[in-house]
Every structure is written in structure tokens, then in C-alpha cells.
């Protein structure tokens, strides 16, 4: 997650799937989009190549509004036994919060509408610079996640063993 100075914050996820029963041929990423204004420039990518906007075939991908989520659905051929890793960047609009005490970014890094459990995961939060290490808080919410200011501009929070169905926020501010 990276707050860029226009206040727009860049999002680049690194999802690795391991399947293990079944075949599977899609994934979706469910983005909330109550706190926010837009989202915009959405790519998906595996092993460097990236997927083209379309639906259904393998090496697509579509966006898509449901029940209130910005939704990314890729797809890709039919895999069993076997792991997949997958980038998805966008950029998200109006999503900060500003108040007198303080700007802060809540994003819900991992969400809850999955049936499977997430093993582990890194968020890594980039600020802007110039912000002293004493002035940040942090927080997360959810999942049990530690936390660790590495600097003025960096937050790198971690979780292990995500139930499905259970989210992991996180907070900076």
C-alpha cells in the first residue's frame, strides 16, 4: 500500500493460491467502497504477463460492482495440485481519512469473503515522506496481525492463519 502524495493510495497485491482439491479457473478480489471515491487503473498479471480485460477466457479479467464491493475477477485455465501466483494493482481514490489529529489510512488487506484460509501475510504500508516514527499510530483489526513501524515512511504489519471468512484491517495514521 502506498499513500502517494496527491493523497491517492496504489495498491499491489501478491496473491499466491495453493490448490489443493478441486480445479479452479477464476479468483476475485471484493474491494468495500463505502469510504472511498474511485477506483482506477486496474491490472492483473501472473509471472509478469498481464491479463487483458475481458470475461471467461483464461488471461482475462473483469471489474464489476456487487452488493456495495468493487470486484476484480481474473481468470485463468483450469488448475488442480498445484500453486498460481497473481499480481493485482489499482489505484484507489479518496480513500484517506483527514481529521485534526491526524490523516489516517484504514484498508481492509485481506477480506472476509473467502472459504479458504489465508497462511500468512505482509502488508507493507509506504507513507510519504517526512513523518516522524513517533508521530505514527498504528493499528489492525480483525485477524491478529503485529505491527512494526520500520521508519517515518514505512509500516509492515503481519498475520498468520486467517480463517475463511474472517478480514484483516489495517491502520495508520
Not at 25 to 31: D, G, K, L, S, T
Amino acid at each position: 500500500i502506498t499513500v502517494l502524495g496527491n493523497s491517492d493510495i496504489r495498491i499491489v497485491e501478491t496473491q499466491k493460491f495453493v490448490f489443493t482439491s478441486g480445479s479452479f479457473h477464476f479468483a476475485y478480489r471484493n474491494i468495500p467502497t463505502d469510504r472511498l471515491e474511485s477506483i482506477t487503473d486496474v491490472t492483473v498479471s501472473e509471472n509478469g504477463a498481464y491479463y487483458r480485460p475481458g470475461a471467461g477466457d483464461p488471461g482475462t479479467f473483469t471489474t464489476s460492482y456487487q452488493d456495495g464491493d468493487f470486484r476484480i475477477t481474473w481468470y485463468y485455465p483450469y488448475t488442480s495440485n498445484a500453486s498460481r501466483t497473481f499480481v493485482i494493482a489499482y489505484t484507489v481514490k479518496g480513500g484517506l481519512r483527514f481529521y485534526e489529529d491526524g490523516d489516517q489510512l484504514w484498508w481492509k488487506a485481506i477480506f472476509p469473503d473467502r472459504q479458504f484460509p489465508v497462511q500468512s501475510a505482509r502488508v507493507t504500508v509506504h507513507l510519504p515522506a517526512g513523518i516522524s516514527p513517533e508521530d505514527l499510530k498504528v493499528a489492525s483489526y480483525g485477524a491478529d496481525a503485529d505491527s512494526e513501524i520500520l521508519d517515518g515512511s514505512t509500516v509492515l504489519f503481519t498475520a498468520y492463519n486467517i480463517r475463511p471468512g474472517q478480514e484483516l484491517e489495517v491502520r495508520v495514521q
